[in-house]
């Protein structure tokens, strides 16, 4: 890869290939522009090069792959195959799913939480990742409530983080821990008014303090309750940041517990990734981009690695076109390197009747970019 001095990048400016922060993490792909901002936070971070197989050129210029055309025809989702494990992690999804919405109407209407009660549903959890990770991440991705919004973020947000505290490698009891504070770090929001959450308006201030107070509600809440101290400070601190800017406290660096600093990459990156009335949903590509962009400013580096290396750059559940024109879906990363994951071709089978995979690289076959919504017709909706 050619080396780019960050200072000389002008700003605004676009590469012809993905920039890299260090030849594994992509920092820009070809259509976003390298801005001042990002350039700011490489040197602040200390980060005085790039690299790029591309060129550094003023505008955007798209570059198709020669068998593009191929994308205009949508994927049929049933042809992917691994019919029964999908279906096996989606019934648990939905499972999951149910189980939160109770747990929070309990809470709003009775005032109750069982912890034990929490803590092995989080456990039956802990042991579908460890079993089914790569289908539980293909089915949380493709189901969107945007009726039930903090059900949906609770769940979603703690799959992410028991795959996270995983690849960590955190013993059993602290990953149940962990999961209890994801699926409960936003309790505090339903002593808040709904529209403050879900509305697009701008906020007033007296709206906006209040919504800043969730974290301290979810605290009090779990106190009272008697849960253990380590998952209330977790929900207290979930949106502390690196730089110290965070709320509620302001909190530095090594001041933030483990598990608040899993939870805060784990309910960005499922924010970034869903839909929500006031916005579209971005992919998962990109929306690891925007974390990898903030890494040292508001996660801490670790965790982001550790999320890249269990999701790979190209999420798992991300449909993607392929250099040679294929289409399929990411199923898998590898392990060595999170920018070639492992792809399921659609409509490709083996000899003996599986479905084809391959494994993506750098001088064979590779990823050319996700594929756009309309690009793909879901037969599971």
């Known amino acids: 890869m050619n080396k780019f001095i960050v200072k000389d990048i002008p700003g605004g400016s676009y590469f012809t290939k993905p ?18 901002e990002i350039a700011r936070a490489l040197l602040e971070w200390e980060f005085k090069e790039v690299l790029s197989d591309g060129e550094n050129q003023v505008e955007y210029t798209a570059h198709p792959s020669e068998n593009e055309e191929e994308a205009e025809k949508p994927i049929d989702e049933g042809a992917s195959g691994d019919s029964e494990q999908v279906q096996k992690a989606m019934d648990f999804y939905l499972h999951l799913h149910q189980y939160v919405e109770n747990l929070f109407t309990r809470y709003a209407t009775k005032n109750e939480i069982n912890f034990k009660d929490v803590a092995d549903t989080v456990k039956e959890l802990v042991d579908v990742v460890r079993q089914d990770r790569r289908f539980l991440l293909r089915v949380q991705g493709k189901i969107q409530n945007e009726e039930n919004y903090l059900a949906t973020h609770s769940v979603k947000s703690t799959i992410i983080a028991v795959v996270i505290g995983s690849y960590l490698k955190l013993p059993n009891h602290r990953l149940i821990e962990l999961g209890v504070a994801a699926m409960l770090h936003e309790i505090g929001m339903i002593k808040l008014p709904p529209q403050l959450y879900m509305g697009g308006g ?139 994951p492992i792809v399921q071709i659609f409509g490709e089978k083996t000899p003996d009747g599986k479905n084809r995979t391959t494994e993506t690289s750098e001088g064979g076959i590779r990823i050319v970019r996700p594929l756009v919504r309309d690009e793909i017709a879901s037969q599971t909706e």
């Open 202 to 340: 701008s906020l007033s201030p007296q709206q906006r303090k209040a919504i800043l107070t969730h974290p301290i509600l979810s605290y009090n809440i779990l106190r009272n309750l008697n849960f253990p101290l380590t998952i209330c400070v977790a929900c207290l601190e979930h949106h502390e940041r690196e730089n110290g800017q965070g709320y509620p406290q302001q909190l530095p660096s090594e001041k933030i517990s483990l598990y608040a600093k899993i939870i805060s990459v784990a309910c960005s990156y499922e924010a970034l990734t869903a839909p929500r009335p006031y916005k579209d949903a971005k992919d998962g590509y990109t929306g690891m981009i925007d974390l990898l962009k903030n890494v040292g400013k508001q996660y801490d580096d670790t965790i982001v690695r550790a999320l890249v290396y269990s999701l790979s750059i190209y999420p798992i559940g991300l449909y993607v076109l392929l250099s040679n024109g294929t289409k399929g879906q990411v199923v898998d990363v590898n392990p060595e390197n999170p920018r070639f």
């Open 19 to 36: 920039v890299f922060l260090d030849g594994r993490f992509i920092l820009t792909a070809p259509e976003m522009p390298f801005t001042k």
